[in-house]
């Protein structure tokens, strides 16, 4: 296992926040293997397929802010890694349109969470995917009450998908 792998890895999981926060579909299910697993979610997600429709079924109408971050990770041997991420999930969606996890009160507009995602990774065809994805809760703060966040779209620049690829040379502000 060489560095270049390690990064390959970290950067798997970078684009699983952001295609995941920028509803990016296509994009997010091609961070997966063909027979991912998956456990922890509030919703079905059998398969890397059902994964992708749960996740976004599950996020319409939702703004969300996903980090990963402080990842330990760790070789399994040639063709597969193993890790765990602290994670912190943000999602808003409008005032009483929706419960979480059967739960049920007044007002309630989204949540904050805390916790870590296990994960094993594994290489296929030259490229590493995630074969395993445990969401691990540790603390959930159902949000309720007054909320004002600055939220107006045109106060923030808006993600560049390009960024990295260096198809952009301006700021485009």
Known sequence: MCNADFDEVRNLK?????????????????VFHNEAQF????????DADAFVDGVSRFLDGVDSAHQGFMPQ?????DDSMRAVWSMHDY???PRDS??????????????RGYGHYEEEYRRVEGR???????????????LTGD??????????????PGWMSCRRSDLGG
């Open 91 to 93: 999602l808003v969606w």
């Open 14 to 30: 970078i684009n699983y926040f952001r295609h995941l926060d920028a509803k990016r579909w296509t994009e997010l299910r091609g």
């Open 147 to 160: 909320s004002s966040p600055l939220h107006r779209q045109d106060y923030f620049l808006a993600a560049d």
């Open 73 to 77: 990770i760790a070789s399994m041997g």
């Open 39 to 46: 456990a922890g979610f509030p919703f079905d997600a059998g």
């Open 98 to 111: 929706r419960e979480y996890r059967g739960a049920k009160v007044p007002g309630l507009y989204g949540i």
């Open 128 to 142: 590493w995917r995630i074969s395993i994805m445990r969401l691990v809760r540790t603390r959930i703060e159902l």
